[in-house]
Every structure is written in structure tokens, then in C-alpha cells.
């Protein structure tokens, strides 16, 4: 079966409006979003994310440095911490991915855990691996909703995890391994071959290769979560081969799977923090 996850953010737009109407619109809480530079894959997502917030009543706050190679580090984490010391209600969002020459995780490290709608700060982090966090990173929120709604279980599953990037392939490690799955993670220095995923019930796909995982590299009845984008040809592209849908019993493609989802559950995440 191939998911459908714009259905399903809609489904989850609904119940985000009717706790949005319950706030008068002065009280909602902002998204703030930071970006340096921009390509077109950054601002796609971002102009997804405004689109969302708009059909919530949601404030939209953008902090733009349009010259990539001149933001620095310190300049990121100024505009993080005069948004935190603010006292305005909302969620930072940081846009990644950041310049090469900046300190990503020091930048992600300076938004309160509080209102890191991500969860990417090593706070936020470290409460989620702990357990004690009230929200999950939005793709593994994503990933959690999808396999309630199609009533997968989870028990005695064994789990890979193609690409341990902080946005999809960390995350979801630290949330199989939690709750009791049998996990194994490869990176994009050590790719799994085929022998290493056909005995494998969940595949997740966060390594940004297009087109990697092939059918040959998939059992009948696996469950594929591909969450890798990237452009090709001018198009967004997942890291699996549209092909492999007909190996599984449950298929999220790029685009249109996961993605629509995660950015319902930055929203979820938004409106918990801000409860």
C-alpha cells in the first residue's frame, strides 16, 4: 500500500484548527523560522510550513540572511536568543541545512528546549532519548502516526535506519531503540547492501541518495518509511526507487508520504509547548 500523507495531514489540520480557534488570534503562538541562503528544496519546505501556519491563523516570523557566506555563527545564535528572551510565545525553527562554515549544532543548541519544535537542541535531545520530553522530532512523530492509523505492531519487529542525519535517521534510531525494537543504523560512509536489509520488517530512508534502495534490496511485505529528499532533475526525490512499493505492505514515497505529515506534527509540537 502507498501512503497517502497529505490525507492524513489533513485529517490532523483539523483537530490543530479547532484548538487554534479556541485562541484568540492575538494569543497564538509564532513560528519563528531562521534560514541562511536558500536553495530550492530550503524553500520549498519553508514556503510548506507558511502555507500550513496560514490555514491555522498561525504567525509566521521569518529571519532571513541572504548571504550565506557572510552569516556567522554568533550572528545565528544572537537572533535565536533575542527571539527566546522576547517572552513571545511560539517555536524556533532554525532551516536546515545551515552553511558549512557555520556551527550548526551550536546555533540549534541555543533555542530553549521549550520552544525547539524540532527538537534538535542537545537539550531537547537528551530529554527525548530520556523519555521525558512531551513531544518527538516531527519526522519521528510523522513515522509514529503513520504506523498507528495502519494499525502496524511493533513487537518483535527489527528496524534499519538508512542515514543517521539529526532530522530523520538519529531521531528514528533513538525512538525504535526506545521503545524496544531490534535496530540497526547505517550511514552514508558505511551504506547497507542488500544482505543487510532483506531480513528487515521496517526500512527507514534519510540518507539523500536518489533512488537507492531498489526492490532487490527489499523483502515482500516490508514497510518502506522513505523521509530522504533530495532534488533531481529539478524535482524532489526520495532515496527509494518508486519500484519498490510493489515489495511492501506499507510504502511512504517522496514526496507526498511523510513529509506532509512532519509538518502537521511541527505544528502539534508548536501548540503542546505553547499549551
Do not use: Y
Not at 531521531?171 to 543487510?196: C, K, S
Not at 510493489?246 to 505544528?267: D, H, M, Q, W
Amino acid at each position: 500500500m502507498i501512503l497517502d500523507g497529505k490525507t492524513i495531514k489533513e485529517e490532523l489540520k483539523g483537530a490543530l484548527l479547532a484548538r487554534a480557534s479556541a485562541i484568540p488570534p492575538d494569543d497564538r503562538p509564532t513560528l519563528f523560522i531562521i534560514m541562511a541562503g536558500a536553495n530550492s528544496v530550503i524553500q520549498n519546505f519553508v514556503s510548506i510550513k507558511k502555507k500550513f501556519a496560514k490555514s491555522l491563523g498561525v504567525p509566521v516570523e521569518e529571519h532571513v540572511f541572504e548571504d550565506a557566506m557572510a552569516v556567522t555563527t554568533s550572528s545565528l545564535v544572537s537572533v535565536v536568543q533575542e527571539i527566546a528572551r522576547s517572552g513571545r510565545n511560539g517555536g524556533i525553527v532554525v532551516q536546515l541545512p545551515l552553511p558549512v562554515h557555520v556551527d550548526t549544532q551550536t546555533v540549534l543548541n541555543a533555542i530553549p528546549a521549550g520552544q525547539d519544535v524540532d527538537v534538535l537542541g542537545e537539550e531537547s535531545l537528551r530529554l527525548f532519548r530520556e523519555g521525558k520530553l512531551a513531544i518527538l522530532p516531527p519526522v519521528v512523530g510523522a513515522m509514529r502516526e503513520i504506523l498507528e492509523r495502519n494499525h502496524v505492531f511493533l513487537d518483535g519487529k527489527k528496524a534499519a535506519v538508512v542515514g543517521m542525519g539529526r532530522l530523520v535517521g538519529a531521531p528514528a534510531a533513538i525512538w525504535f531503540q526506545r521503545i524496544g525494537l531490534e535496530v540497526t543504523t547505517f550511514d552514508i560512509n558505511h551504506p547497507p547492501v542488500a544482505e543487510d536489509l532483506l531480513r528487515t520488517d521496517i526500512i527507514v530512508l534519510g540518507i539523500g541518495k536518489p533512488g537507492f534502495l531498489t526492490p532487490g534490496m527489499v523483502k515482500d511485505g516490508a514497510i518502506v518509511l522513505d523521509a530522504g529528499a533530495s532534488e533531481e532533475g529539478g524535482k524532489i526525490v526520495g532515496d527509494a526507487q518508486p519500484e519498490v512499493a510493489e515489495k511492501c505492505s506499507l510504502f511512504a514515497p517522496v514526496p507526498g508520504g511523510i513529509g506532509p505529515v512532519t509538518v502537521a506534527v511541527l505544528f502539534q509540537n508548536l501548540f503542546a509547548l505553547n499549551a
